[in-house]
């Protein structure tokens, strides 16, 4: 099992153990990393792995599947299966968010994923760093052959499903769960935000230039210009953002 999976299936905190249950289990799903129709461990086995008593992870189990993100089947081959959610149209998201709620939610990812990336840099061992390079050819594979991914939204869905998954990988090298588990939880929340901008796949070479830019400098075992270059790629992201965000006021 790879540390972002690890990240997910890892104890919880200590209070509001449900509550915690839900978010990380739902961010998984919402990110992919826990994929549409994957069968979950048995109520035992998840329990104890997220370190909560099977009431508890009952009742979690239970708001999941009234949010639609888990189904539960009887009998033989039966157990608790995810299910993955109908995406919210994120231009109406967007809106919910005022300017500077979007840039205190940039400063506050630009530090988790440049910390994520020089950590990266200083822990990782080149079979951990293998995802992030398979990710990035990936996206350059679906950029240059868009059709092959079905129509145009498809296809962009996928390049904002890899780019998440490339910033998970990131933090998975780090070697840290929590790191992990934050990364997780910023994508959930604002990674499809922050794909916004580049619809219609305008602006993947910048975008794709700077995933290996971290990426290299990870490799290289730069931890200050990984970190560097994390940070700035957030925080351009963010200016976009925010600039498409004052667009809709027009």
């Not at 990240?7 to 998984?28: G, I, N, Y």
């Not at 580049?198 to 490799?219: C, F, K, M, N, P």
């Amino acid at each position: 099992m790879n540390m972002a999976r690890l990240a997910v299936f890892s104890p919880v905190d200590s209070t509001a153990r449900v509550d915690a249950v839900v978010r990380r289990l739902a961010d998984a799903i919402a990110v992919g990393l826990l994929a549409d129709g994957e069968q979950l461990p048995s109520e035992a086995e998840l329990a104890g792995r997220l370190g909560v008593s099977t009431v508890t992870l009952r009742e979690a189990l239970m708001a999941l599947r009234q949010q639609g993100m888990v189904e539960t089947r009887r009998g033989r081959g039966g157990g608790s299966f995810v299910r993955l959610p109908a995406e919210l149209d994120p231009l109406a998201r967007l809106r919910t968010f005022a300017a500077d709620e979007l840039r205190d939610f940039g400063d506050h990812y630009a530090a988790i994923a440049g910390t994520a990336a020089r950590l990266a840099a200083e822990r990782s061992l080149p079979s951990d760093l293998a995802p992030l390079w398979r990710t990035l050819d990936e996206m350059d594979e679906v950029a240059a052959a868009p059709r092959a991914a079905g129509s145009p939204g498809e296809a962009c869905a996928r390049l904002r499903r890899l780019d998440g998954r490339f910033h998970i990988e990131v933090a998975a090298a780090s070697q840290s769960a929590r790191l992990t588990q934050e990364e997780i939880r910023l994508q959930a929340d604002i990674g499809p935000l922050l794909w916004l901008p580049h619809e219609g796949l305008s602006g993947h070479d910048e975008t794709a230039a700077q995933h290996r830019a971290i990426a290299g400098a990870v490799r290289r075992g730069d931890g200050e210009q990984a970190r560097a270059v994390a940070e700035r790629h957030v925080l351009d992201a963010t200016r976009h953002l925010i600039e498409l965000r004052l667009r809709l006021r027009e």
